[in-house]
Protein backbone atom coordinates (compact mmCIF):
# COMPACT_ATOMS: atom_id res chain seq x y z
CA UNK A 1 0.00 0.00 0.00
CA UNK A 2 1.43 3.44 -1.14
CA UNK A 3 1.53 6.53 1.01
CA UNK A 4 -0.95 9.31 0.25
CA UNK A 5 1.45 11.94 0.02
CA UNK A 6 1.01 15.98 -1.03
CA UNK A 7 3.46 18.31 -3.31
CA UNK A 8 4.18 21.46 -1.02
CA UNK A 9 5.66 23.58 -4.03
CA UNK A 10 7.01 27.05 -4.83
CA UNK A 11 8.08 28.72 -8.10
CA UNK A 12 10.05 31.98 -8.09
CA UNK A 13 11.27 33.56 -11.17
CA UNK A 14 13.75 36.55 -11.93
CA UNK A 15 16.11 38.29 -14.48
CA UNK A 16 19.51 39.59 -14.16
CA UNK A 17 21.72 41.77 -16.54
CA UNK A 18 24.41 38.97 -17.20
CA UNK A 19 25.07 35.56 -18.87
CA UNK A 20 23.19 32.65 -17.58
CA UNK A 21 26.69 31.17 -17.21
CA UNK A 22 27.55 33.72 -14.35
CA UNK A 23 24.51 32.34 -12.60
CA UNK A 24 25.51 28.74 -12.90
CA UNK A 25 28.86 29.74 -11.71
CA UNK A 26 27.26 31.80 -8.61
CA UNK A 27 24.40 28.87 -7.81
CA UNK A 28 27.52 26.23 -8.08
CA UNK A 29 30.04 28.32 -5.91
CA UNK A 30 29.85 26.23 -2.59
CA UNK A 31 32.60 28.15 -0.69
CA UNK A 32 30.69 31.72 -1.39
CA UNK A 33 27.82 30.37 1.19
CA UNK A 34 29.47 31.31 4.13
CA UNK A 35 31.38 34.65 2.62
CA UNK A 36 28.86 36.65 0.27
CA UNK A 37 25.76 34.72 2.59
CA UNK A 38 27.90 34.81 6.08
CA UNK A 39 24.43 36.37 7.58
CA UNK A 40 22.40 32.63 6.23
CA UNK A 41 25.36 30.30 6.36
CA UNK A 42 27.51 29.64 8.77
CA UNK A 43 29.14 26.67 7.93
CA UNK A 44 29.72 25.03 4.92
CA UNK A 45 31.63 21.14 3.62
CA UNK A 46 32.25 19.71 0.27
CA UNK A 47 32.14 15.70 1.03
CA UNK A 48 32.63 14.92 -2.64
CA UNK A 49 32.27 16.77 -5.79
CA UNK A 50 32.91 15.98 -9.33
CA UNK A 51 32.98 17.87 -12.76
CA UNK A 52 29.14 18.42 -12.49
CA UNK A 53 28.32 17.34 -8.70
CA UNK A 54 28.70 17.89 -5.90
CA UNK A 55 27.71 16.32 -2.31
CA UNK A 56 27.42 19.54 0.24
CA UNK A 57 26.95 19.41 4.02
CA UNK A 58 25.38 23.37 4.83
CA UNK A 59 24.76 25.05 8.02
CA UNK A 60 22.06 27.91 7.36
CA UNK A 61 19.22 30.04 8.97
CA UNK A 62 15.98 30.37 7.51
CA UNK A 63 13.82 32.92 7.52
CA UNK A 64 11.68 33.15 9.91
CA UNK A 65 12.75 30.01 12.34
CA UNK A 66 15.08 31.02 15.23
CA UNK A 67 17.35 28.34 14.77
CA UNK A 68 20.53 27.17 12.49
CA UNK A 69 20.10 23.91 11.23
CA UNK A 70 22.47 21.78 9.48
CA UNK A 71 21.46 19.64 6.06
CA UNK A 72 22.89 17.71 3.26
CA UNK A 73 22.62 18.24 -0.32
CA UNK A 74 23.36 16.87 -3.88
CA UNK A 75 23.54 19.24 -6.37
CA UNK A 76 24.06 18.45 -10.00
CA UNK A 77 23.60 20.03 -13.59
CA UNK A 78 21.12 18.34 -16.23
CA UNK A 79 22.14 20.93 -19.13
CA UNK A 80 20.60 24.42 -18.00
CA UNK A 81 19.04 23.03 -15.03
CA UNK A 82 20.66 22.60 -11.49
CA UNK A 83 19.24 19.85 -9.77
CA UNK A 84 19.64 19.73 -5.40
CA UNK A 85 18.17 17.56 -3.19
CA UNK A 86 18.45 18.39 0.48
CA UNK A 87 17.44 16.70 3.64
CA UNK A 88 17.41 18.76 6.49
CA UNK A 89 18.02 17.94 10.25
CA UNK A 90 13.91 18.68 10.33
CA UNK A 91 13.66 15.69 8.19
CA UNK A 92 12.27 17.00 5.14
CA UNK A 93 13.56 16.27 1.76
CA UNK A 94 13.66 19.71 -0.57
CA UNK A 95 13.91 19.39 -4.18
CA UNK A 96 14.65 22.32 -5.79
CA UNK A 97 14.86 22.50 -9.34
CA UNK A 98 17.03 25.98 -10.96
CA UNK A 99 16.38 26.44 -14.65
CA UNK A 100 18.85 29.09 -16.52
CA UNK A 101 17.47 30.37 -20.07
CA UNK A 102 19.47 33.21 -21.90
CA UNK A 103 18.04 36.45 -22.91
CA UNK A 104 18.89 38.92 -25.22
CA UNK A 105 21.80 41.43 -24.74
CA UNK A 106 24.02 39.59 -22.07
CA UNK A 107 20.65 38.79 -19.92
CA UNK A 108 18.99 36.10 -18.59
CA UNK A 109 15.96 34.63 -16.62
CA UNK A 110 16.28 32.11 -13.59
CA UNK A 111 13.03 30.04 -12.53
CA UNK A 112 13.66 28.10 -9.13
CA UNK A 113 10.94 25.65 -7.98
CA UNK A 114 10.87 24.34 -4.41
CA UNK A 115 9.00 21.53 -4.07
CA UNK A 116 8.40 19.18 -0.66
CA UNK A 117 6.97 16.08 -0.86
CA UNK A 118 5.44 14.79 2.23
CA UNK A 119 2.40 13.59 4.52
CA UNK A 120 -0.48 14.83 3.89
CA UNK A 121 -0.72 16.77 6.98
CA UNK A 122 1.84 18.87 6.41
CA UNK A 123 -0.86 20.55 3.15
CA UNK A 124 -1.96 23.08 6.01
CA UNK A 125 1.11 24.40 6.34
CA UNK A 126 1.31 25.16 2.46
CA UNK A 127 1.10 28.91 2.95
CA UNK A 128 3.99 29.08 5.62
CA UNK A 129 6.39 26.86 2.82
CA UNK A 130 5.54 29.66 0.06
CA UNK A 131 6.01 32.64 2.07
CA UNK A 132 9.24 31.29 3.87
CA UNK A 133 10.63 29.84 0.19
CA UNK A 134 9.63 32.86 -1.38
CA UNK A 135 11.37 35.00 1.87
CA UNK A 136 14.80 32.86 1.09
CA UNK A 137 15.01 33.44 -2.79
CA UNK A 138 14.66 36.53 -2.95
CA UNK A 139 16.92 36.83 1.11
CA UNK A 140 19.47 35.08 -1.42
CA UNK A 141 19.02 36.73 -4.32
CA UNK A 142 19.58 40.44 -3.33
CA UNK A 143 23.03 38.91 -1.95
CA UNK A 144 23.87 37.12 -5.09
CA UNK A 145 22.78 39.84 -7.39
CA UNK A 146 26.15 42.22 -6.85
CA UNK A 147 27.88 39.38 -6.99
CA UNK A 148 27.26 38.56 -10.41
CA UNK A 149 27.18 41.74 -11.83
CA UNK A 150 30.44 42.38 -10.60
CA UNK A 151 32.17 39.08 -11.64
CA UNK A 152 30.21 40.22 -15.02
CA UNK A 153 31.86 43.72 -15.18
CA UNK A 154 35.60 42.66 -13.64
CA UNK A 155 35.33 39.69 -16.78
CA UNK A 156 34.53 42.41 -19.33
CA UNK A 157 37.64 44.56 -17.86
CA UNK A 158 39.85 40.93 -18.59
CA UNK A 159 39.57 39.53 -15.07
CA UNK A 160 40.39 35.66 -15.30
CA UNK A 161 40.57 33.53 -12.48
CA UNK A 162 43.44 34.16 -10.32
CA UNK A 163 44.88 36.42 -13.51
CA UNK A 164 44.13 39.09 -15.98
CA UNK A 165 43.95 42.87 -15.73
CA UNK A 166 47.11 43.05 -16.05
CA UNK A 167 46.88 46.56 -16.46
CA UNK A 168 46.18 46.93 -13.19
CA UNK A 169 48.14 44.28 -11.38
CA UNK A 170 50.77 44.23 -13.64
CA UNK A 171 50.89 48.04 -13.88
CA UNK A 172 50.97 47.07 -17.91
CA UNK A 173 49.32 49.55 -20.51
CA UNK A 174 45.61 48.90 -20.74
CA UNK A 175 45.09 46.57 -23.42
CA UNK A 176 43.21 48.60 -26.83
CA UNK A 177 41.66 44.82 -27.84
CA UNK A 178 38.49 45.05 -26.07
CA UNK A 179 36.51 42.49 -27.10
CA UNK A 180 34.84 40.49 -24.53
CA UNK A 181 35.08 36.39 -25.06
CA UNK A 182 31.99 34.45 -23.41
CA UNK A 183 32.38 33.35 -19.93
CA UNK A 184 32.49 30.00 -19.21
CA UNK A 185 31.02 27.77 -17.30
CA UNK A 186 33.21 24.88 -16.14
CA UNK A 187 32.54 23.31 -12.83
CA UNK A 188 34.07 22.42 -10.59
CA UNK A 189 34.83 25.57 -9.45
CA UNK A 190 38.40 25.94 -7.97
CA UNK A 191 38.32 26.25 -4.38
CA UNK A 192 40.65 26.40 -0.92
CA UNK A 193 41.25 22.97 0.51
CA UNK A 194 39.63 23.76 3.59
CA UNK A 195 35.62 23.47 2.42
CA UNK A 196 36.88 19.91 1.35
CA UNK A 197 38.32 19.42 4.79
CA UNK A 198 36.77 17.51 7.77
CA UNK A 199 36.04 20.84 9.57
CA UNK A 200 34.74 22.82 6.45
CA UNK A 201 35.03 25.96 5.97
CA UNK A 202 33.54 28.38 8.67
CA UNK A 203 32.19 32.03 7.96
CA UNK A 204 34.81 34.64 9.68
CA UNK A 205 32.00 36.75 10.34
CA UNK A 206 28.82 36.86 12.54
CA UNK A 207 28.76 40.74 12.59
CA UNK A 208 30.71 43.02 10.19
CA UNK A 209 30.79 46.91 9.63
CA UNK A 210 29.72 46.96 6.16
CA UNK A 211 31.62 49.29 3.37
CA UNK A 212 29.84 47.81 0.67
CA UNK A 213 30.07 47.49 -3.20
CA UNK A 214 30.30 50.38 -4.94
CA UNK A 215 29.96 48.80 -8.75
CA UNK A 216 27.27 51.07 -10.12
CA UNK B 1 53.68 59.16 -0.83
CA UNK B 2 55.61 61.54 -3.43
CA UNK B 3 56.23 65.14 -3.39
CA UNK B 4 56.71 65.82 -7.31
CA UNK B 5 54.02 67.69 -7.42
CA UNK B 6 54.43 70.07 -10.45
CA UNK B 7 51.16 71.87 -10.66
CA UNK B 8 47.11 71.48 -9.60
CA UNK B 9 45.15 71.84 -12.69
CA UNK B 10 41.71 71.87 -13.40
CA UNK B 11 41.09 71.40 -16.76
CA UNK B 12 38.60 72.93 -19.26
CA UNK B 13 36.21 70.21 -18.85
CA UNK B 14 36.42 70.45 -15.39
CA UNK B 15 38.18 67.43 -14.54
CA UNK B 16 39.61 67.45 -11.65
CA UNK B 17 43.72 66.53 -11.63
CA UNK B 18 47.11 67.10 -10.84
CA UNK B 19 49.82 66.53 -13.17
CA UNK B 20 53.07 64.64 -11.86
CA UNK B 21 56.27 64.89 -13.15
CA UNK B 22 59.21 62.23 -12.28
CA UNK B 23 62.04 60.82 -14.08
CA UNK B 24 61.38 63.44 -16.85
CA UNK B 25 58.05 62.12 -17.64
CA UNK B 26 54.49 63.86 -16.68
CA UNK B 27 51.70 62.19 -15.25
CA UNK B 28 48.12 63.09 -15.14
CA UNK B 29 46.59 62.24 -11.70
CA UNK B 30 43.13 62.03 -11.37
CA UNK B 31 40.96 63.23 -8.21
CA UNK B 32 39.98 60.43 -6.01
CA UNK B 33 38.26 61.47 -2.85
CA UNK B 34 38.36 64.36 -0.30
CA UNK B 35 39.86 62.98 2.97
CA UNK B 36 36.48 64.32 4.54
CA UNK B 37 35.09 61.37 2.23
CA UNK B 38 37.82 59.22 3.53
CA UNK B 39 37.45 60.03 7.11
CA UNK B 40 33.44 59.07 8.00
CA UNK B 41 34.49 55.31 7.56
CA UNK B 42 38.20 55.34 7.19
CA UNK B 43 37.79 53.08 4.37
CA UNK B 44 36.09 53.67 0.76
CA UNK B 45 35.87 52.00 -2.88
CA UNK B 46 35.62 53.85 -6.00
CA UNK B 47 35.93 53.16 -9.54
CA UNK B 48 38.12 55.46 -11.69
CA UNK B 49 38.79 54.84 -15.11
CA UNK B 50 38.56 50.91 -15.54
CA UNK B 51 40.44 50.42 -11.67
CA UNK B 52 38.70 49.79 -8.78
CA UNK B 53 39.74 51.69 -5.33
CA UNK B 54 40.49 50.30 -1.92
CA UNK B 55 41.14 53.56 -0.11
CA UNK B 56 41.06 53.44 3.60
CA UNK B 57 43.48 54.52 6.30
CA UNK B 58 46.09 52.15 8.02
CA UNK B 59 48.29 53.58 11.18
CA UNK B 60 47.68 57.03 10.56
CA UNK B 61 48.70 56.81 6.54
CA UNK B 62 46.46 57.44 3.89
CA UNK B 63 46.95 54.37 1.00
CA UNK B 64 45.36 52.62 -1.73
CA UNK B 65 45.66 49.24 -3.13
CA UNK B 66 43.10 47.94 -5.80
CA UNK B 67 39.94 46.49 -4.73
CA UNK B 68 39.26 43.38 -7.06
CA UNK B 69 40.64 40.13 -4.91
CA UNK B 70 42.99 38.20 -6.89
CA UNK B 71 40.93 34.80 -6.76
CA UNK B 72 37.52 35.87 -8.19
CA UNK B 73 37.43 39.37 -8.45
CA UNK B 74 35.21 39.93 -5.16
CA UNK B 75 35.46 43.37 -3.51
CA UNK B 76 38.00 43.27 -1.22
CA UNK B 77 36.89 46.30 1.09
CA UNK B 78 33.45 45.30 1.34
CA UNK B 79 33.92 44.61 4.92
CA UNK B 80 35.29 47.35 7.34
CA UNK B 81 39.54 46.07 8.13
CA UNK B 82 39.56 44.34 11.13
CA UNK B 83 43.28 43.07 12.74
CA UNK B 84 45.13 44.55 9.83
CA UNK B 85 43.47 42.59 7.05
CA UNK B 86 40.95 42.79 4.63
CA UNK B 87 38.37 39.57 4.28
CA UNK B 88 37.12 40.12 0.85
CA UNK B 89 33.31 39.72 1.06
CA UNK B 90 32.87 36.57 -1.87
CA UNK B 91 35.04 33.52 -0.13
CA UNK B 92 37.20 35.23 2.46
CA UNK B 93 40.63 35.55 0.87
CA UNK B 94 42.67 37.96 3.58
CA UNK B 95 44.88 40.50 2.56
CA UNK B 96 47.10 42.44 4.80
CA UNK B 97 46.49 46.33 5.21
CA UNK B 98 50.15 47.31 5.45
CA UNK B 99 50.93 46.56 2.07
CA UNK B 100 48.06 44.39 -0.08
CA UNK B 101 50.28 41.17 0.33
CA UNK B 102 47.79 38.19 0.26
CA UNK B 103 47.89 36.22 3.01
CA UNK B 104 46.09 33.66 1.41
CA UNK B 105 47.84 33.18 -1.51
CA UNK B 106 51.53 34.75 -1.09
CA UNK B 107 51.81 34.70 -5.10
CA UNK B 108 48.72 36.72 -5.26
CA UNK B 109 49.76 40.61 -4.19
CA UNK B 110 47.01 43.72 -4.70
CA UNK B 111 48.27 46.57 -6.61
CA UNK B 112 49.57 49.28 -4.25
CA UNK B 113 48.69 52.60 -6.04
CA UNK B 114 50.81 55.99 -5.19
CA UNK B 115 48.70 59.00 -4.13
CA UNK B 116 49.11 62.53 -3.74
CA UNK B 117 47.38 64.61 -1.26
CA UNK B 118 46.71 68.24 -2.04
CA UNK B 119 44.23 70.76 0.36
CA UNK B 120 42.70 67.74 1.60
CA UNK B 121 41.98 66.19 -1.59
CA UNK B 122 43.40 63.19 -2.55
CA UNK B 123 45.08 61.89 -5.99
CA UNK B 124 45.83 58.51 -8.08
CA UNK B 125 48.61 57.44 -9.70
CA UNK B 126 46.93 54.91 -12.08
CA UNK B 127 49.97 53.99 -14.35
Known amino acids: MTMKTVNLSVTCQAEMDCPKEIVMWNYYDHEHLVGTHYKLYDHARVLAQRDDWALVYRGKKMPFLPFWSGGMALQYMEGNVMKTFHQDQLGFLLEMEVEFEDLPDDRCRITATYNIITHPIFKVFEPVFKALFRKWFWATWEEDAPMRLRRWKVHKLGFKDFSGIDYINECLPEPRDKRVPAFEFRPPISCLKAIKSVDGERRRFAHSTEVGYNDD | ?127
Open chain 2, 1 to 127: MSNSVVKSNVSSEERDEIIISELGQQRVCPFLASMDELSKHGQLTKWIEGHDILLYIFEGKVKAISNICRHFGGPVGYHKAKGGKFTCLWHNWEYDCSSGACLTNSNLPLREYSLHIRDQKIYIDLL
